[in-house]
């Protein structure tokens, strides 16, 4: 069913299940960058990704045009991913113990390993798969997903957007496939049928969602 929210959603993704949370092992992984170009700045302890970037840090995989990453004196990762003009870059982790996936894409994704956040700015869309099914979605201007916590939260107005659009299925045991909810639109029912995507090759990277 379709829910339409002023300016602020914050919502839970694993209702049934409140100790499962992304992948933790993820952020003890090496993060893994393959990328046209690079320059890195030793002073600031920067690296730039330019051209094609693809980058992998356990179960995490994101692409886009370009990467900036920075490295604390912790070991913690801080990445800013950006798409070409008028295309979204990509961002997609699997939750701990379970057959389910969280997949979003944006003009600009934020990753910040300490907080263990993903920040979506600009014309950004999150998804919850469940196997290969598509379980729930959210579309908001910025979207800002914990992984320690589960809980995001969804901007519509941030910007000068619009507002907050989500499609929720029917909250059912993580090991079953999700439906599609009975009031959705025919759009909205297509969509929840489909299988989840492959990894984008690199001759589309940031694309939009087709």
């Excluded at 993060?31 to 170009?37: K, N």
């Excluded at 990753?111 to 729930?136: C, H, M, N, P, W």
């Excluded at 297509?190 to 969602?209: D, I, K």
Aim: hydrophobic letters at 40%; a positive charge.
């Amino acid at each position: 069913m379709k829910h339409l929210y002023p300016a602020l959603l914050i919502a839970a993704l694993a209702l049934a299940g409140a100790c499962v949370h992304a992948e933790r092992a993820d952020r003890d992984k090496p993060l893994t960058i393959d990328a046209d170009a690079l320059r890195h700045d030793d002073q600031k302890q920067i690296t730039l990704f330019t051209g094609r970037v693809t980058a992998n840090k356990g179960t995490i995989a994101m692409r886009g045009a370009r990467l900036e990453v920075r490295q604390d004196v912790q070991g913690n990762q801080f990445g800013i991913l950006t798409a070409d003009p008028g295309q979204r870059a990509y961002f997609r982790q699997k939750r701990e113990g379970m057959d389910e996936f969280i997949e979003g894409e944006a003009e600009q994704i934020e990753y910040d390993s300490a907080a263990d956040t993903v920040r979506l700015l600009r014309k950004a869309e999150l998804r919850r798969f469940q196997g290969a099914t598509i379980a729930d979605e959210v579309f908001g201007s910025v979207i800002v997903y914990n992984g320690t916590t589960e809980i995001f939260t969804v901007d519509g107005q941030a910007g000068g957007g619009g507002r907050v659009r989500a499609i929720l299925a029917p909250r059912q045991a993580a090991s079953a496939p999700a439906r599609a909810a009975s009031g959705a639109a025919p759009a909205a029912r297509a969509t929840a049928s489909q299988p989840a995507p492959a990894l984008r090759p690199s001759s589309s990277l940031g694309g939009e969602r087709k």
